[in-house]
């Protein structure tokens, strides 16, 4: 107890990031308080309320969350100088309000409600990035983590300047790449530690990328070294993230789907990007077996 409450004071409250603290509470609160809710309503508790419904429209609790976004934003704009524990009151709320907008993520990505659907599992996707995101910042990374290191922070010099433009370049340019390359996480956790964008960027693309799509689809066979590489090592990790993602949105059946469910994402996701459109004016290429006609039939 005496270890947490010195790291709160040293880590935390020392650099001013209680509000950010209050903040991810609310938010780990609000999704687990929300998932245990929509739990007991899929298993008709009658003890529990069910949906909250006007007239025939069901209310989903994104409402919510917009709503308590708006009003602790609008409070934290405006109350920002009453002092940290007003602050971190409206923190608290913002991430509580937060959570119920990202457990509907997956709603708002395909503007249908799938929540209990295969395509469900994007908001789990979004709040493991939010939980992420926010714990580095909380333990003190961040992406320009080099201002930190002796007194880059203080030099205004020209050339100090000039060193952290091009550092946030790099950073910023290398993250691309390896978005591009379809590794999300890797660009994520890469933004706070640099080597890993260095390893992402050159190690092969996902094959149904982008950059797969520019760079491999004249490449047959760097193609085919991608999907093998992606089906080898993806396996495990798809396996154990729907075994996760099942627990928490509630799969009676977590173990049995989650080997299911792993090889029809593998199935789904796991191909060769297309080709690119050719440019207006290349000739296509010539279908065997077809032959040109012209003139009249």
Not at 195 to 215: D, E, I, K, Q, T
Not at 272 to 289: C, D, K, Y
Request: glycine share 8%; net charge positive; with cysteine.
């Amino acid at each position: 107890m005496a270890d947490m409450r010195r790291w709160l004071d040293e880590t935390v409250v020392a650099h001013g990031r209680l509000p950010l603290l209050c903040f991810l509470l609310g938010f780990i609160v609000g999704f687990l308080l929300i998932r245990l809710s929509v739990r007991l309503i899929r298993k008709r508790v009658r003890w529990w309320p069910g949906n909250l419904r006007a007239g025939d429209v069901h209310i989903h609790h994104m409402v919510f969350g917009v709503v308590l976004v708006l009003l602790s934003g609008i409070g934290l704009v405006t109350l920002y100088n009453d002092g940290v524990g007003t602050v971190s009151a409206l923190a608290s709320v913002f991430g509580l309000g937060a959570a119920l907008v990202l457990d509907e993520f997956a709603l708002i990505y395909y503007l249908r409600d799938v929540y209990w659907e295969e395509q469900g599992r994007t908001s789990v996707d979004a709040v493991f990035v939010a939980l992420a995101v926010t714990g580095l910042l909380l333990l003190g990374f961040h992406p320009l983590w080099l201002l930190d290191v002796g007194d880059i922070r203080h030099d205004r010099s020209p050339t100090g300047r000039t060193f952290l433009s091009l550092f946030a370049l790099v950073n910023l340019l290398l993250a691309a790449i390896v978005i591009v390359k379809g590794k999300i996480w890797t660009g994520l956790f890469g933004m706070f530690f640099l080597p890993l964008l260095f390893v992402g960027a050159l190690r092969l693309s996902r094959p149904g990328a982008p950059w797969a799509r520019w760079r491999y689809a004249a490449r047959p066979r760097l193609m085919q070294r991608a999907i093998r590489r992606e089906r080898r090592y993806r396996r495990p990790v798809i396996r154990a993230k729907i075994f996760v993602q099942d627990l928490i949105a509630g799969k009676p059946d977590a173990v049995a789907h989650m080997r299911v469910a792993a090889e029809e994402e593998l199935a789904r996701t796991v191909v060769p990007a297309p080709a690119p459109p050719h440019p207006i004016g290349q000739s296509l290429p010539r279908i065997p077996g077809h032959s040109r006609r012209t003139g009249a039939d």
